[in-house]
């Protein structure tokens, strides 16, 4: 009996020879086989989107506008002759979800590339399974620092600007304007606030900073929290539903602090028919511009109204054509960015379209798109874009931007204005 | 004895055999049917052989996945099947204790002291964010395929998950139809008949919340294993009233009904989602036709056959002994 169970005690040691959370000492990675999802006139992609869930409330119009763009792009004879098909996966905002619906993707649907995931929670459970399984993972909806790691993601690249470089833009904004203001943070409990503060803190020192679960949306505790600390300025770091809540419950304790809100939730639109619905199912009439007004708010893409701008343009005729029933919000306009910033990099590829090639393109630096800021993208960095612009919320709902876009970087670099000369959607010609 | 476990050889070569037909995607429902199953399998020996309601096993799940992914995380060089056994013990643990307390209840107090176990449990994750990541879960990465194995890797989660899961299935088998499987069912048939005989029914039932639990643990701590992430949002209570509609569904009282009510559980949800996709139905009619299929689906076969399924397939074969799994 003994000696059986020090064989089996061998043959379990045996058969699990590392430890569960060790990494094996080889590892995958992209191949040169024929790539996965990419036939003679199509490429498959795939996405993973909060359509329901608590950030669905301002994220769900993004995989709307993303295939609008997409539309857009295949009437328009496709890239390099092959269509582009997106597929929308809901998770809810729900990491196990995420996990579920990306394998399914990747492991049945065998989609080229995962596109635009959206979710710092959400897509850092996968990662390292996209990673692994060799599947590009570009351009994730989620400013977290974690998309930035080319030693050990090789395969994952961000989009947005990262929640450090726009909290130093913030903190820098607020400590000039504000100087005698006790700052406050209301943030996402997880990196979107952590690496969001590590910038605010290089500008301002932080009186009272309170944290939010998404799945629980009872916020009074937090801002009568930050109430008592007295703070005049609040930073949210937050998702549009919980800036909407974090106003809501403000107004509703009698405290009327300056709210400064990060890119990820502070589009205007979005945000007046947040407020209006939230008051509508709490019972109470809420003047939604009233609330917003005089809202500080950053951004890196042109402003769904600064119609002068040429890529405003092209989102305007699109979502005309489209989605005309969507609001045009800059929710959408950031999936039609987004889906433009792909179909660009599909475009630099290649007719000979492989999974390692398309690596190679977003490595090369040569995506400018339709950011106000340019993408920090090379081998050594697979950081989105590099800056922001920072904005106020008028009375009538339009916006005023009150410092132009600047650039900087994650540690204790300057904040320099954004080189100007854009290029425009016809210079780059993407189709037609 | 020996035929449950020659029984579960032949169920593993046929689970890893079927595994190379499939695709790597398939594997994982594979893989879930055998984690489920096991959870079911639990709540047959609680409900259906002690007759002591559950309606808290999401949380013996959930104290398994935080287990396993916990160690994975903090204490990486330990090799999977300590962590899975850690898993099954912490959840034995709770069972205990909730037993312990559970023995003294009945009908809808037992069921509503279950129930605040697996509202309130997850929500502790909220409590130490930090430590246990609040709402986002823990993400990891389990490695446990030896180097010289060459396959997929979710196939060989399917063969680790289903070795798991026979493994403790006959365990099960043997413990239930032995001593203390009589037990259990004196108890569940008359308490006061079963005192008289001798057997003492507190400690009865709280054998069977630790056996019970012990599953529940193995099987959250397969799921966090299989997934590569623990978060509350996988244990809500609609996954402990899941497992018991499961458990209806398959048949009360028989691990064969287990069986039945896991596949059903995960060929339902997978199939709905297809023919959702293949209507291209709006997300709010998509994301709710799983549940309203499997609630069908429940109500006609307990309807039609309050036996469950396996009640269907007893019916189905001629005379077969009691209780066999």
């Not at chain 1, 089996?8 to 990494?23: D, N, Q």
């Not at chain 1, 990747?106 to 996968?126: C, M, N, R, Y």
């Not at chain 1, 500008?203 to 930050?226: F, K, M, R």
Request: hydrophobic letters at 45%; one cysteine or more.
């Amino acid at each position: 009996m003994r000696s059986k169970a020090l064989v089996l005690a061998a043959v379990l040691t045996l058969s699990a020879c590392g430890g569960a959370g060790e990494t094996p000492a080889t590892g995958g990675g992209g191949s040169g086989d024929p790539a996965p999802g990419v036939t003679d006139d199509t490429v498959l992609i795939g996405t993973h989107q909060p359509l329901t869930g608590p950030a669905a409330p301002g994220y769900s119009t993004i995989s709307a506008g993303a295939k609008a763009m997409y539309s857009h792009i295949n009437d328009n004879g496709g890239i390099h002759g092959r269509k582009i098909e997106y597929r929308v996966e809901d998770d809810g905002y729900n990491p196990t979800r995420t996990v579920e619906v990306v394998k399914k993707l990747v492991l049945q649907d065998e989609v080229f590339a995962i596109v635009g995931g959206l979710g710092t929670p959400t897509h850092s459970k996968v990662v390292d399974f996209l990673n692994t399984e060799g599947v590009p993972d570009l351009l994730v909806a989620s400013g977290a620092l974690m998309w930035d790691d080319p030693a050990k993601s090789r395969m994952t690249f961000g989009f947005q600007v990262d929640y450090t470089r726009e909290g130093k833009i913030l903190g820098d904004y607020i400590a000039k304007t504000f100087p005698d203001a006790k700052v406050g943070v209301f943030h996402q409990n997880d990196d979107v606030g952590r690496d969001g503060m590590a910038g605010l803190e290089k500008h301002v020192t932080i009186t009272s900073a309170q944290g939010y679960d998404p799945a629980n949306t009872d916020v009074l505790p937090q801002i009568t929290a930050l109430k008592q600390a007295g703070a005049d300025v609040v930073v949210c770091e937050c998702v549009p539903a919980f800036t909407a809540l974090a106003i809501l419950t403000s107004a509703r304790i009698g405290y009327k602090p300056k709210f400064v809100v990060s890119s990820i939730g502070a589009d205007p639109r979005t945000l007046t028919g947040l407020l209006s619905e939230f008051g509508k199912r709490a019972g109470a009439e809420v003047s939604a511009p009233q609330l917003l007004t005089g809202l500080i708010g950053a951004g890196y893409l042109p402003d769904v109204n600064l119609t002068s701008d040429p890529w405003t343009a092209l989102f305007r005729e699109v979502h005309q054509k489209y989605i005309p029933d969507v609001p045009l919000t800059n929710t959408v306009v950031y999936g039609m960015a987004q889906a433009y910033t792909f179909a660009q990099a599909l475009k630099e590829a290649g007719r000979d379209l492989t999974r390692e090639g398309i690596i190679k393109v977003m490595e090369s630096g040569v995506l400018t798109g339709p950011g106000l800021t340019p993408f920090a993208f090379s081998p050594e960095s697979h950081s989105g874009y590099t800056g922001a612009y920072v904005f106020t919320i008028n009375a009538d709902g339009n916006t005023t931007v009150v410092q132009e876009p600047v650039v900087t970087d994650r540690g204790d670099g300057p904040i320099e204005p954004a080189p100007t000369g854009r290029k425009t959607p016809s210079d780059i010609g993407l189709v037609g | 004895m020996l035929r449950h476990l020659l029984l579960a050889l032949a169920a593993l070569a046929a689970i890893v055999a079927l595994t190379f037909l499939v695709d790597p995607f398939t594997n994982i429902r594979i893989a879930t049917v055998g984690y489920l199953l096991l959870a079911v399998a639990g709540l047959t020996v609680l409900t259906g052989l002690t007759g002591q309601i559950s309606l808290g096993h999401g949380a013996f799940l959930f104290i398994g996945a935080y287990t396993v992914a916990l160690l994975v995380v903090y204490v990486p060089s330990l090799p999977f099947w300590v962590d899975l056994l850690a898993a099954a013990a912490a959840a034995g643990l709770a069972g205990v204790l909730t037993g312990a307390a559970a023995a003294r209840l009945h009908g809808p107090y037992l069921a509503g002291a279950t129930l605040a176990l697996a509202v309130g449990l997850p929500a502790i994750t909220q409590r130490f964010p930090d430590f246990l990541g609040g709402s986002n879960g823990l993400g990891f990465t389990v490695n446990s395929k030896p180097a010289g194995i060459d396959i997929p890797s979710t196939q060989w989660q399917a063969w680790i998950v289903w070795l798991t899961v026979l493994a403790a299935l006959v365990l099960l088998a043997n413990l239930t139809r032995g001593r203390v499987g009589r037990r259990l069912r004196a108890v569940r048939d008359d308490e006061v008949a079963a005192g008289l005989a001798g057997i003492h029914v507190g400690r009865t039932k709280i054998t069977a919340f630790l056996v019970s639990a012990v599953c529940g643990g193995l099987a959250g701590g397969l799921q966090a294993f299989l997934l590569g992430t623990a978060a509350p949002g996988s244990f809500t209570p609609a996954l402990s009233l899941g497992l018991l509609a499961a458990m209806v569904l398959g048949g009360v009282g028989s691990l064969w009904g287990a069986l039945w009510g896991a596949v059903a559980l995960v060929a339902l949800q997978a199939g709905t989602e297809e023919l959702a996709h293949a209507l291209e139905l709006g997300t709010d009619v998509a994301n709710n036709l799983p549940l309203a299929a499997y609630g069908v689906v429940l109500i006609a076969v307990v309807m039609a056959f309050p036996q469950g399924i396996h009640g269907l397939v007893r019916r189905m074969r001629p005379v077969k002994p009691e209780g066999a799994a």
